[in-house]
C-alpha cells in the first residue's frame, strides 16, 4: 500500500516535506521488504534524521543527523527509541522543548529526563490529538 495512503495521523499534521520524507522512505522500503513493520520502521528511521516530534507533529531540526541510537542503524530493527524526540540534541534544545510542551520541573532535569518527559508530553498530545 503506498505511504501516502499509511500516513500517520502526526503526519497528518505536519509540514509536507516531512510527510514526503516519510512517504518517500515508506515507498522505497516496500518496495525492498514487503509491507509491514519493516518498512513503517525504515520511514520512520529516514524522518528521524530531519525531523524530531513535538507534540503532536513533525517539526524541521536544526541540524540533520540520527535522532537517538536505534536510528544511526542502518537496518531498523524493533529496539527502543526516544520515540521522535531528538535525543542527540543540547541540553538547552531539550530543555526548549520541554518549555514549549509545558513540562513541570524542567529545569531540575537531566538531558536524558528531558528526553523521556517530552516523549510523555509528546504522546499526551498525540493522543488528544486523536480525540477531536
Do not use: C
Request: hydrophobic fraction near 30%.
Amino acid at each position: 500500500m503506498p505511504g501516502r495512503e499509511e500516513l500517520p495521523s502526526t503526519l497528518e499534521r505536519s509540514a509536507k516535506d516531512a510527510q514526503e520524507t516519510w512517504i518517500k522512505a515508506h515507498d522505497s522500503a516496500v518496495e525492498t521488504y514487503g509491507e509491514g513493520q519493516r518498512a513503517h520502521r525504515t520511514a520512520y528511521a529516514a524522518l528521524k534524521h530531519s525531523f524530531e516530534k513535538v507534540g503532536d507533529h513533525w517539526e524541521k531540526k536544526a541540524k540533520r543527523g540520527p535522532s537517538d541510537a536505534q536510528a544511526r542503524k542502518g537496518t531498523p530493527k524493533p529496539g527502543k527509541t526516544a520515540e521522535g524526540v531528538d535525543a542527540n540534541a543540547s541540553k538547552r534544545h531539550l530543555y526548549e522543548t520541554a518549555a514549549r510542551l509545558d513540562v513541570k520541573g524542567r529545569s531540575s532535569m537531566s538531558k536524558g529526563e528531558l528526553v523521556d518527559a517530552i516523549e510523555k508530553a509528546n504522546r499526551r498530545a498525540t493522543a488528544r490529538a486523536r480525540e477531536r
